[in-house]
């Protein structure tokens, strides 16, 4: 009996990424900054974007931020998000982008 086919996530392009993370920054729609900021996350982690600091602005904290091939700088507001909620956007972000 032949073994179920598993479907195996393709890993998330850190330059598309990045070209999305760069339209939602000149669309600047504040419905979309939690968006931002776990777009953000995620290419820290993959390395596309490197943390030059942080500052507060009327006491927001926001990430300096820039990309690792010269691009930004940006500034993303941090979203004071629990563990499990950029869990669960990081898991829809993904799904989106694989059907998309």
């Given at each position: 009996?032949?073994?179920?086919?598993t479907t195996k996530k393709k890993p998330l392009d850190a330059d598309?990424?990045?070209q999305y993370?760069?339209?939602?920054?000149?669309?600047?729609?504040?419905?979309?900054?939690?968006l931002r900021y776990v777009l953000a996350l995620l290419l820290l982690q993959k390395r596309r974007l490197?943390?030059?600091?942080?500052r507060n602005e009327d006491d927001v904290p926001f990430?300096?931020?820039?990309?690792s091939h010269g691009e930004g700088p940006f500034q993303v507001r941090d979203q004071h998000l629990e563990?499990?909620?950029?869990?669960q956007l990081q898991n829809d972000l993904d799904a989106h982008l694989q059907i998309g």
């Open positions: 009996m032949p073994y179920p086919e598309a990424l990045l993370f760069e339209q939602l920054t000149e669309d600047a729609n504040p419905a979309r900054e939690t490197k943390l030059n600091g942080s990430l300096e931020l820039s990309g563990p499990a909620e950029i869990e």
